[in-house]
């Protein structure tokens, strides 16, 4: 899932904030435990969330897509006093681990996991309003998830989406269903006035989107 030259990569992450601890434990438990150890955020992405919610001091956060919990905890970090983060995982045997890495990581108290389909769940959840929402469950519903969330999205919010540049194929000939969605919703969010995004070339590329104030 990397776009960058790994040379560059280990160059970045010997920069960045050390991994705390505990985030290096759920790492290396879900490579050790977990199918797909790929998804989960990882050292350098999961500074980046975590530097992104300080600088927003989020009261409100929703998460789609949990998997290990690592990103929920990450983004746990720049909660304001008495904050929130929501998360939500569609894979029940995902359950038990979840809930184990949420109970250890000292946020416990402001973690919220829901577990079940996101699309019914976000409209459980239809009294939030988010500072930050991160978009990174299954890819074919990325606009979907984007339309639910807008209007729960508070003005100057922002809302991140993972793997926008798709190991790359988004920019060259690929043309599988995979990569035409991934284009085709990054191509509505850059003509959609109600935001301004940016996408960061950070491991599988990171979408930025800032709702406009009113
Ligand atoms: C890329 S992983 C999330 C990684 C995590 N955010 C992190 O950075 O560590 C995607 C997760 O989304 C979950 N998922 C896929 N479709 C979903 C859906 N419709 N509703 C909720 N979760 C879903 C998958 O089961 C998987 O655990």
């Known amino acids: 899932m990397e776009i960058l030259d790994p040379a560059l990569q280990a160059y970045l992450e010997q920069h960045c904030p050390p991994e705390p601890k505990m985030l290096i434990t759920i790492n290396r438990e879900t490579h050790l435990k977990v199918l797909k150890a790929n998804m989960l ?3 350098y992405q999961g500074r980046l969330l975590s530097m992104l919610s300080k600088m927003l001091q989020p ?6 897509g949990t998997y290990t919990g690592y990103a929920t905890i990450c983004l746990a ?20 681990m979840i809930r184990k890495n949420f109970k250890n990581s000292g946020f ?6 829901h577990f079940g389909d996101a699309a019914q769940i976000i ?19 990325n606009y979907a998830y984007f339309q639910l969330i807008i209007d729960q999205l508070k003005p100057g919010g922002v809302i991140i989406v993972d793997n926008v ?11 599988d269903t995979d990569t035409r969605t991934i284009r085709e919703f990054n191509k509505l969010i850059s003509t959609d006035d109600r935001v301004e995004q940016l996408i960061l070339p950070v491991r599988d590329g990171i979408m930025l989107i800032r709702k406009k104030q009113l």
Not at 59 to 64: A, F, G, P, V
């Open 165 to 175: 540049l798709w190991k790359g194929k988004v920019y060259n000939q690929a043309n």
């Open 123 to 141: 409209l459980e959840l239809s009294d939030k309003n988010y500072d930050i929402v991160f978009i990174d469950a299954d890819k074919k519903s």
């Open 59 to 64: 009261k409100c956060i929703l998460e789609i």
């Open 41 to 43: 955020s990882g050292h």
């Open 108 to 113: 416990e108290d402001r973690i919220f996991p």
């Open 77 to 96: 970090e720049g909660l304001v006093e008495g904050g929130e983060i929501h998360t939500i995982e569609v894979n029940l045997e995902m359950e038990e």
